[in-house]
C-alpha cells in the first residue's frame, strides 16, 4: 500500500474532544473518525488491526470446536419478551417498530437470539455439548460514551455461547474460554487480570471480567496481594471485625441540632462513626414481572461504611436504582438528614449484615434536629433482607485472608457468564437425555468488544511519538520511507524492496509522498508499525537499508540481497512476545 492512496490523514494537532492518549493518537495518526457519540467509523489502518484481531479470536474460538456462524443485528422483540428482558433493560436498549407494527429491537447481546436456535435445533443429548460464536455489530445506547472506542453505543464484539446436557459441562467450557480469553490478550500485546464480577443483566449464577489495568479504567477493582482474591467493587466483599458485645440499654431521644450528617453527628455525639447507623434512601424500578413500579428502598449501612448500589439491587431484585428525592423520603414519614428505620412501616429496608452485630447504635429519629441513641437491630426495628451491601474500599480487610486490599482501577475487555438455565427455561430449550426425559440445555455466554480491545492496546503501547503496535496485530509489518536521491532513483529500489517484501507476505506500507523526511519519519512514529525501512541514497552507499525497530532508538543497514530474511526473522520474533 503505498501511503500517497491511503485513504488517511495524519493530524499534528490533538483533538479538542479527545481526553485519553488511545483516542488522541488513533484520530491523529489516521485510524478513526468519529460520527456522532459513541459513534465510530474505522479507517483502513484501524480495519486491518480489527481484522488481525478477529483472526486470533477465531483461531483460539476453533481451537475450543466452536463453530462460527453470524446472528442479526435488527432482531424481533418478541424473543426478548418471553425472557422478560425487553422490560428489565432501561433506555440503552434500542427499540423500534417495524411497518406492519412489530416491536423490534437493534441487538445488545444475542442470548435470545441463541436460545431461539437451540430450541428449534437441539432434540438430543447427542448433539450436546456444542459452542457457537460469532463477530457482530452490537448497540447499546450509553448515555455517557466517552474515552474515543473504550465507551461506545456502536460496537464490534466477539460474542461465544457454550451448551451443554450437564452443570459439569458448563464448568469446562467455562474454564476453556477462561484461559482462552488470556491468550487472546496475551496474543494482541494486552495484560490483563480476571476478577469476579456482577451477572447483571445476563443472569446466571457466576462471571468474570477480564480487565487491563488502567488509571482511565471506569471500573473499581480490588485485589489481596498476599492470597489472590481479586473481583470488581460491584460484588467485592470484606473481613468484617465483630464489634464488642454490650448489654442492650434504653432507647433515648437526644437533641442534634444541625447535626444531618454522620461526621456532624459523630463529632457532636463525641461517638466513632461505627457507632452511627447511615441510612440511604433509593428508589427502585421494578420491571412488569416484578410489578412494573418504583419503590422507596431504605438502606442501612455502619456510620463507617458506605452502601454497594449493585448488591442492593441485586437484593431487592430491581432492575435499576436512582437516589431518592427529599419529597420521596418525607412520604415515607422519614426526615432527610435524621432518618432511620424505627418506626417506620411500608418502607422496604435493607440493612447491612454488621449492623444486626453492632449494639447501641446511634440513629435518627426521623424528627429534625433529633437522633435516637442506643438503637438495636431487632429490638427497635428490623428488615426485610439482611446482608451484605457495604461498598468495600482500599485497605478494608480480605475475606478470605484478612490482609489488606488493594484497589486499582481498570477497563473490562471481556466477560464470561454461567448462564444456567436462565434462557433455555424462559424459551423452553429442552432436550431428550439418554433416559428419554427431558432436560434444559445448560448455556455460557462469553463476550470480548474489540474495538475496545484496539482502543485498550494503542492505550498500553504509545510513546511521546505515537503509537508503537505489538507486531501481531499491526496494520502493517514494516513502513517503508522513501527519500528522493540526488545521484540515484531511490523510487526504483523502493519498488523492488517492495515487491519482493510483499511476495514473501510481507506488505508493506509504502511512504512515497512527495513530503520532506522530517515530515515522514514523524508520521512513520506516529502510525506506529514494527519497523521502518528507509530507501535513501544514504543508506544505499553504506551498503542497502536502513532498518530501524519502533521501540527502538538504534538503526543499522541491511544488504538488500538481505532485507526480506531480516524483516521476516525480526517480525516473526517480535510476534512471539
Excluded at 424481533?76 to 423500534?96: C, H, N
Excluded at 480469553?181 to 447483571?200: E, M, N, P, Q, W
Aim: negative net charge; proline residues 5%.
Amino acid at each position: 500500500m503505498h501511503f500517497s492512496r491511503l485513504f488517511s490523514q495524519t493530524l499534528r494537532e490533538t483533538p479538542s474532544e479527545a481526553e485519553v492518549v488511545s483516542h488522541q493518537l488513533l484520530v491523529r495518526a489516521g485510524f478513526i473518525r468519529q460520527l456522532g457519540a459513541g459513534i465510530f467509523s474505522y479507517l483502513p489502518l484501524a480495519y486491518r488491526v480489527i481484522n488481525k484481531i478477529m483472526t486470533i479470536m477465531r483461531e483460539e474460538m476453533n481451537a475450543l470446536d466452536g463453530q462460527e456462524i453470524l446472528m442479526p443485528v435488527v432482531q424481533p422483540a418478541d424473543i426478548w419478551k418471553e425472557t422478560g428482558r425487553f422490560y428489565q433493560i432501561g433506555s440503552e436498549m434500542g427499540r423500534f417498530t417495524d411497518k406492519n407494527g412489530h416491536d423490534m429491537v437493534l441487538a445488545m447481546t444475542h442470548e435470545e437470539v441463541v436460545a431461539d436456535l437451540v430450541r428449534g435445533t437441539i432434540r438430543s443429548y447427542r448433539q450436546l455439548p456444542a459452542l457457537i460464536y460469532h463477530l457482530q455489530t452490537k448497540w447499546r445506547d450509553d448515555p455517557r460514551p466517552r474515552a474515543g472506542l473504550i465507551r461506545v453505543r456502536e460496537f464490534i464484539m466477539l460474542d461465544s455461547y457454550s451448551l451443554d446436557a450437564d452443570w459439569a459441562g458448563l464448568d469446562r467450557q467455562y474454564s476453556a474460554h477462561y484461559e482462552a480469553y488470556f491468550r487472546i490478550f496475551k496474543r494482541c500485546g494486552l495484560s490483563t487480570v480476571a476478577v469476579r464480577s456482577d451477572t447483571g443483566m445476563m443472569g446466571g449464577k457466576e462471571a468474570h471480567e477480564y480487565m487491563y489495568l488502567t488509571p482511565i479504567g471506569e471500573d473499581s477493582l480490588l485485589f489481596c496481594d498476599a492470597c489472590g482474591y481479586s473481583a470488581n467493587r460491584q460484588v467485592a466483599s470484606m473481613h468484617k471485625p465483630l464489634p464488642e458485645q454490650e448489654d442492650s440499654l434504653p432507647l433515648e431521644m437526644v437533641a442534634t441540632p444541625g447535626a444531618s450528617s454522620i461526621e456532624e453527628l459523630a463529632a457532636f455525639l463525641d461517638v466513632p462513626a461505627a457507632k452511627t447507623a447511615k441510612a440511604v434512601f433509593f428508589m427502585g424500578h421494578f420491571s412488569a414481572e416484578n410489578g412494573g413500579h418504583e419503590a422507596l428502598i431504605f438502606a442501612v449501612v455502619r456510620g463507617d461504611m458506605e452502601v454497594n448500589e449493585t448488591k442492593v439491587a441485586n437484593l431487592m431484585k430491581a432492575g435499576d436504582l436512582r437516589p431518592a428525592t427529599d419529597e420521596e423520603i418525607r412520604a415515607s414519614g422519614a426526615v432527610p438528614g435524621y432518618a432511620s428505620p424505627v418506626g417506620l412501616k411500608g418502607v422496604k429496608v435493607v440493612v447491612d449484615d454488621l449492623v444486626p452485630r453492632s449494639p447501641n447504635m446511634v440513629a435518627g429519629a426521623n424528627l429534625a434536629g433529633y437522633h435516637l441513641r442506643n438503637v438495636n437491630y431487632g429490638r427497635d426495628f428490623s428488615a426485610d433482607l439482611v446482608a451484605d451491601i457495604s461498598a468495600v474500599r482500599d485497605g478494608d480487610g480480605c475475606p478470605q485472608c484478612g490482609a489488606p486490599l488493594r484497589l486499582a482501577r481498570g477497563v473490562e475487555v471481556g466477560n464470561i457468564f454461567k448462564l444456567g438455565t436462565r434462557y433455555s427455561d424462559a424459551l423452553h430449550c429442552n432436550f431428550l437425555d439418554e433416559n428419554g426425559n427431558n432436560q434444559p440445555v445448560i448455556m455460557g455466554s462469553y463476550g470480548i468488544g474489540v474495538g475496545r480491545l484496539l482502543a485498550c492496546v494503542a492505550e498500553e503501547h504509545n510513546d511521546d511519538r505515537g503509537l508503537v503496535w505489538p507486531a501481531a496485530i499491526a496494520p502493517y509489518p514494516v513502513h517503508m520511507v522513501v527519500l528522493p536521491g540526488r545521484e540515484m532513483d531511490t523510487g526504483v529500489i523502493a519498488a523492488s524492496v517492495e515487491a519482493a517484501l510483499t511476495a514473501a507476505g510481507l506488505e508493506p506500507l509504502v511512504d512515497d509522498r512527495e513530503e520532506s523526511a522530517g515530515v515522514k519519519f514523524n508520521d512513520a512514529d506516529l502510525i506506529g508499525l514494527p519497523m521502518r525501512l528507509t530507501i535513501s541514497e544514504r543508506a544505499f552507499k553504506q551498503g542497502g537499508v536502513e532498518m530501524k525497530l519502533r521501540a527502538s532508538a538504534e538503526s543499522h543497514v541491511i544488504p538488500l540481497d538481505q532485507v526480506v530474511t531480516a524483516v521476516r526473522s525480526t517480525i516473526d520474533l517480535l510476534s512471539q512476545v
